[in-house]
């Protein structure tokens, strides 16, 4: 029983001597987000974080490129056999912005629109693709921006639902 007593009261003292010790440690806000160089494929405002032009996240492809890239291969309703798609998570996006809000709007160049409540959003990998087939997309190819699932892995992803929050030709994301 001593034995086990020493053990413990070893621990505790190490884990407080820890504790003890995190304020100290430096905490690394996320870097600035940079001002786009190049033509702004994507707008997002809202209650975000940071953001790089008068409260709102302008975004062009070398910004959207400079975030982890994500692909996968999937059959759509939308195209012919089977695709690669290439892009950014929306939620990895989303954190980088370090938006808050109940849902996110997604507005096409045609205005349409869809809201995605953000619990959807953190759960489900929804991609913003912005290469098919390893090309640049293009307004013509539902680009530059269109929001993807991974259609061809889930019957779940594969339906009416899921297919209306499929936005191609992706302008801007509202966090509301």
Same mark, same amino acid.
């Given at each position: 029983?001593?034995?086990?007593?020493?053990?413990?009261?070893?621990?505790f003292?190490?884990?407080?001597?820890?504790?003890?010790?995190l304020?100290?440690?430096? @905490?690394?806000?996320? /870097?600035?987000?940079?001002?786009? $160089?190049?033509?702004? *494929?994507?707008?997002v405002?809202?209650? %975000? !974080?940071?953001?790089?032009?008068?409260?709102?996240?302008?975004?062009?492809?070398?910004?959207?490129?400079?975030?982890?890239?994500?692909?996968?291969?999937?059959?759509?309703?939308?195209?012919?056999?089977?695709?690669?798609?290439?892009?950014?998570?929306?939620?990895?996006?989303?954190?980088?912005?370090?938006?808050?809000?109940?849902?996110?709007?997604? @507005?096409?160049?045609? /205005?349409?629109?869809?809201?995605? $409540?953000?619990?959807? *959003?953190?759960?489900?990998?929804?991609? %913003? !693709?912005?290469?098919?087939?390893?090309?640049?997309?293009?307004?013509?190819?539902?680009?530059?921006?269109?929001?993807?699932?991974?259609?061809?892995?889930?019957k779940e992803?594969?339906?009416?639902?899921?297919?209306?929050?499929?936005?191609?030709?992706?302008?801007?994301?509202?966090?509301?």
């Open positions: 029983m001593r034995v086990t007593t020493r053990f413990a009261n070893a621990c003292a190490i884990l407080s001597a820890l504790l003890m010790l304020p100290a440690l430096p @905490v690394k806000a996320a /870097d600035p987000l940079p001002p786009p $160089d190049g033509r702004v *494929v994507l707008t405002t809202g209650n %975000l !974080a940071h953001t790089n032009d008068a409260g709102q996240a302008r975004l062009d492809m070398d910004l959207l490129a400079s975030l982890p890239q994500h692909e996968f291969s999937t059959l759509t309703p939308w195209t012919d056999g089977k695709h690669e798609f290439r892009g950014v998570l929306l939620n990895e996006l989303l954190q980088r912005l370090g938006a808050d809000g109940k849902r996110v709007r997604l @507005v096409a160049l045609n /205005d349409y629109h869809h809201d995605i $409540d953000m619990a959807l *959003v953190r759960n489900t990998p929804f991609l %913003l !693709a912005t290469h098919l087939d390893g090309k640049r997309m293009k307004v013509r190819d539902k680009g530059p921006l269109w929001l993807m699932l991974p259609l061809s892995e889930s992803y594969d339906t009416k639902r899921y297919h209306e929050m499929l936005v191609w030709q992706l302008k801007s994301l509202d966090i509301q």
